[in-house]
């Protein structure tokens, strides 16, 4: 259980929700993929980094990872729509690659970057987006996808740390995408091939789903605190 949550949170204040919000938060916190999770660095535009959330939440990928390496100040700065969108949505932020990629190494993920398709002519081998999936199964690592700043792209001290590259093909004019579309094809692409291959090895625990609802319980209900010991007392 997340650290301050009790374990019976969501249970205990499950009266405070109707029975159809109950049911709609279990259900969607038993979709949850902890197979992914989504790295985003340096996206600045308010409306770039909101899109992302909200592709994020409503394909099931509940983890994602926020750094900022190009300012000193805080670059993660969403809509007032996709504040309320980050409640469904465990977001951690980090500023430096060196110690982030040790914690995915410590989690068993495997990082694997967007790159535009410019660049699959320079010296970098070029991964089909649905072959990742396939990867992971085979050799037993979840996956983490990185997208760089809108401009700039990622940085270029994850090539040190990077485990893959990919790319959103095009055969237009334009040679790259928005990052909010590229983050939306490419998570879309890697659920679709990996639903039926890491799904059964990386089950949802009950265990999580309790931790999970009892995070959203302190996201979504204010006062949660009283009303638990409000009811933890009457017993």
Request: proline letters at 4%; aromatic letters at 8%.
């Amino acid at each position: 259980m997340a650290q301050g949550i009790p374990s019976d949170l969501f249970d205990t204040l499950a009266t405070t929700l109707t029975g159809e919000r109950k049911k709609r938060m279990e259900q969607v916190a038993s979709s949850r993929l902890p197979w992914l999770r989504c790295v985003l660095q340096d996206i600045h535009s308010e409306h770039n980094i909101s899109a992302c959330l909200r592709s994020c939440e409503a394909f099931g990928v509940g983890s994602v990872d926020v750094l900022s390496l190009l300012t000193t100040k805080k670059s993660f700065r969403p809509t007032s729509v996709a504040c309320g969108i980050s409640h469904w949505l465990n977001i951690q932020e980090f500023n430096a690659i060196n110690s982030y990629s040790q914690y995915l190494k410590q989690n068993h993920y495997k990082l694997f970057a967007g790159i535009p398709s410019s660049h699959s002519r320079a010296n970098k081998q070029i991964l089909d987006v649905e072959q990742i999936p396939r990867d992971a199964a085979d050799h037993g690592f979840k996956i983490a996808v990185l997208f760089g700043n809108e401009r700039l792209g990622i940085d270029p001290e994850w090539h040190n740390h990077i485990d893959g590259y990919f790319t959103v093909p095009t055969v237009g004019f334009v040679e790259s995408l928005n990052v909010s579309v590229a983050v939306a094809v490419t998570l879309y692409a890697i659920i679709q091939s990996g639903n039926h291959l890491l799904a059964p090895k990386y089950l949802v625990s009950d265990q999580d789903i309790k931790a999970q609802l009892g995070i959203w319980i302190t996201k979504t209900v204010p006062k949660w605190q009283e009303i638990y010991d409000h009811e933890k007392n009457k017993k």
